[in-house]
């Protein structure tokens, strides 16, 4: 063999070292994955959240809440809550810190499968889906149309295979189940056989949860089953801000707190129009209001997993319209994480929401500056992270799967910088440079660190202009529709077992097909 054909030992040391790259890492290697810690972002002081604290406990004391159900007022009042000659119910400061000194802050939010299990102490940061949305986007045709139940159970199929995306709260309303009930069940069905991760869902009243309860029990095998991994949790708008008790909201919280199912406590304030419009102001109504939720859940079940979910949202002042894509939203959220930790609770708030109707320029920045600064600040669940658009009212698929992408980064930014003896990096640096070859792409520590400490993009393009030409200049959302055509072709993982899906469909009315 003459040397123009011989291998390269070079050339097939990278080929292993190509293939090892290839491999999948193991997940403590991986550079960014669910519940990394942030908190390096901090837009309060100790004393403005000090005084937010105070302010909100004088909400709470001298304004109270109005309209709780009856039997709200008798749990609240038992617990030692007063109830004025306006109707309004309020707390007394000592309440609201012993209840905060007894809250069970040591909350899992499970999936059907372990691995997706969600830890949220500290401020350990998870991105998922959420929003109620009524219209879907067809990018193809850049057009709105009413959202379905199919395009939820895809919603959910979707989901479950971006690895960015932790957890999937309804994202959309399912137009075409006209039946409350009906929608209710059909909602928790489509979402549960689309994916194995944490569900999040809602309820119309009070008297649906039963129905629901029963059809998670067939699903988990069993209500004990059911009760030691309650894989679906209840995001509940207990309030009407500003401070008002939503009468049903809390009757339908109670029967879930009776059924083991954890509770979301979403307070989502508009500021300027529900909530006030200092942003300041926008996080005292909401911390009080959030107070008063957890006030509440204790005196029902004392140690109840409940989320403290200050979601306040932004007005566009000009107009009054929503503005979930504003810097003055990223703020909001951030500053909301923050009371979050100064409590020491497990908490959640809205972020990645785009006031841009389709996946473009304006959707991208809009989405990254609130996912980043959420992540940043260590919010435990950063609720509408990703698919979001036109203010909530929409929700597309495509932008769901380069959300992933999205978030992606938004991890690798709460990761932060690691500075230890292997990444300062000096003895490579004296390898390298006396007597190497004067650059670092073939060492060791480039070739280790490639995989672990550097994130890549499943759909960005990072091809140069050539390259880009030569393959046809390839665009983002096509390629984002291509990649879910190809998640909707393969049979769902989540999907039942033939028994358990008969069961259900036995029991209730399913409006997917078999």
């Not at 069993?222 to 309030?239: H, I, L, M, Q, T």
Request: charged fraction near 20%; include cysteine.
């Amino acid at each position: 063999m003459n040397k123009a054909t011989r291998p390269s030992a070079r050339s097939g040391g990278r080929a292993a070292r190509r293939a090892a790259r290839a491999a999948p890492l193991a997940d403590h290697l991986r550079p960014v994955r669910p519940g990394m810690s942030g908190g390096t972002f901090e837009p309060l002081t100790d004393h403005d959240m000090q005084r937010i604290h105070r302010a909100a406990l004088n909400a709470l004391e001298q304004i109270g809440l109005a309209d709780a159900p009856e039997s709200g007022v008798r749990y609240l009042t038992n617990a030692g809550c007063t109830m004025g000659d306006d109707g309004r119910v309020r707390f007394p400061p000592a309440l609201v810190e012993d209840t905060l000194a007894r809250t069970n802050r040591q909350i899992t939010l499970m999936g059907r499968e372990a691995c997706h299990d969600m830890e949220l102490s500290g401020t350990r940061v998870h991105y998922g889906t959420a929003g109620a949305a009524v219209h879907l986007v067809d990018v193809q045709n850049r057009s709105y149309r009413e959202s379905t139940l199919q395009d939820l159970y895809d919603a959910a199929r979707i989901a479950d295979q971006l690895e960015n995306i932790h957890f999937v709260q309804r994202p959309i309303i399912a137009r075409d189940v006209l039946d409350n009930r009906e929608l209710d069940l059909n909602t928790i069905y489509a979402c549960c056989s689309g994916t194995t991760k944490h569900i999040g869902t809602s309820f119309t009243e009070p008297g649906f949860v039963a129905g629901a309860v029963e059809m998670l029990h067939l699903i988990a095998g069993g209500e004990a089953a059911w009760r030691a991994r309650p894989f679906v949790s209840n995001s509940n708008c207990f309030v009407v801000p500003p401070m008002k008790f939503a009468t049903e909201s809390c009757q339908v919280m109670e029967e879930c707190i009776w059924a083991g199912m954890p509770v979301l406590l979403l307070s989502a304030g508009q500021a300027g129009a529900t909530a006030p419009a200092p942003i300041a102001g926008a996080i005292v109504q909401a911390v009080a209001e959030c107070l008063a939720g957890l006030v509440y859940v204790n005196a029902v079940k004392p140690g109840h997993p409940a989320i403290f979910g200050t979601w306040p949202f932004v007005s566009d002042l000009r107009t009054g319209a929503m503005s979930g894509g504003s810097g003055e939203q990223a703020l909001l959220t951030a500053g909301c994480a923050q009371m979050h930790r100064f409590y020491n609770l497990p908490g959640g708030a809205a972020a990645g929401i785009a006031d841009a109707k389709l996946p473009d320029m304006q959707a991208g920045w809009e989405q990254a500056i609130s996912n980043v600064m959420a992540g940043l600040s260590g919010l435990n669940l950063v609720y509408e992270a990703a698919g979001m658009h036109a203010s909530l009212l929409g929700f597309c698929h495509e932008s769901l799967i380069l959300g992933n992408d999205l978030i992606g980064q938004a991890l690798r930014c709460v990761r932060g910088i690691e500075v230890d003896e292997d990444s300062l990096s000096l003895e490579v640096m004296r390898a390298t440079c006396l007597g190497g070859p004067a650059h670092y792409l073939g060492s060791d520590q480039t070739l280790e660190r490639m995989q672990r400490d550097y994130v890549y993009p499943a759909l960005a393009d990072r091809t140069s202009p050539k390259e880009w030409e030569e393959r046809g200049k390839p665009d983002l959302v096509d390629q984002a529709r291509a990649r879910k055509e190809a998640i909707l072709s393969q049979r769902p993982a989540a999907r039942f077992d033939a028994a358990t899906d008969a069961a259900i469909r036995a029991r209730f009315s399913i409006h997917l097909p078999v």
